[in-house]
């Protein structure tokens, strides 16, 4: 028993190790990018937004797990949600995180992050954003802390565990309020899409909407699938499959509400005569973007992924319940993909020198993927510490894995 605990812990901190690779190359990456500017990145007028967006959306599309099952746990009476709203509201945490990493590289002028604080932008959705997701990662602060006290290390700290539990006592109102901030900037950032009257595949007003419907989908399966992921390293069950089965269902039968209108949006769309819009929906689907869309986003990420998360419960398949999880990550970041790329590459044909569908090429610089690959990694430790340290599961018994079936 002893030599397999400290063999555990040995392949751990080995792991912990190993992700500190990617993370030096992404600190690397990122000194490039604040002493030489973004002028080491493949970013220009016509493409301003990159593979630094696409990992800022993604992070927070997955942790929208955060305020949805918070807002079931504490706001709809599903009390059997907490153990698994607890470790979504850390994920969260470590989404919006990276977001704000992302973020800091992308705006070109680090020092002035907190401009947008004291600078209103009143008729800015980009202002709006900012704002909303800034407090919100205040609110996920709040309802991580008392998380973070009950640590053996605060046990001489009384009074900063006392605070932690009065904190707690106020999770209904923190969840109210994460809701009501996730909810604006989640559409927010559809939004800010929808408003680019120069690029025709986002210049539509059901943007905000399938946002935020996709968002819920992904962070409910996302934590499911990070959950399964930590029980089978415990070898315990941290939560009730029951739950996990339940969770994965609201978020398949989500996923397919959002194939519907996502379906009905560009079937309308068609019949919009928005210049340039029937040429976005035939390179995003029959084109370069094709196979992403139709194999990864649609049919992986949508039709399979949402049959897998609403059928595991019947046949009391956790593979099933993984599988769906995995691929609805997948499929959303494909969307995020697909929207931030195809934006820039099928542009309004009311510009004389934007006539050529392929005349905006961007490929990610290695300064851009070298940060995106050092901030993932950077997560994925703080995650694997926060797992292995934190009482994230509390409110459930561990009772260990069965060893037979699935």
Known sequence: ??????????????????????????????????????????????APWGLWIVVDLSCIALSAGAFSLSALAHLFGRDNFKPIARVAVFVGLLGYTGAMMCLLLDIGRPERFWHGWV??????????????????????????FPMIVELPLFNRFKWLQNLGHRIHRFAPILAIMGMGLSLLHQSSLG???????GR??????????????SAVAAGMAFTVQMTLIVQWLKRRVLVPRDVLFQVGQVAGAILFVYLYMRFWDSTAGAYGYVPGRSESD????????GLTFWGWEIILGGIVAGTFLIMARRRNSIGMLLM?????????????????MLAFTQPLSTEPVLTNPASVRYL???VEWGTALGIVAGLTLAFSLGMRFLPAYKGHTPTPVASSGD
């Open 282 to 289: 035939l390179l995003l689907t029959t084109g370069t973007f």
């Open 119 to 144: 600078f209103w932008q009143t008729h800015s959705m980009l202002w709006e954003v900012t704002m909303c997701i800034t407090l919100y990662f205040s609110v996920l602060l709040l309802e991580v």
């Open 191 to 197: 939004g800010t899409y929808g408003v680019v009257a």
């Open 364 to 366: 990610p610089s290695l």
């Open 1 to 46: 028993m002893v030599e397999r605990i400290l063999k555990t812990r040995g392949i751990f901190w080995m792991w912990c190790a190993l992700l500190l690779i990617p993370i030096g190359i992404g600190l690397y990456s990122a000194l490039q990018v604040f002493t030489k500017g973004l002028v080491v990145t493949n970013l220009s007028d016509l």
């Open 324 to 340: 769906g999880s995995g691929l609805t990550m997948a499929g959303i970041i494909a969307n995020r993909w697909n929207t931030t």
């Open 200 to 213: 025709a595949s986002l210049y539509r007003a059901t943007m905000p909407l399938l946002f935020i419907v």
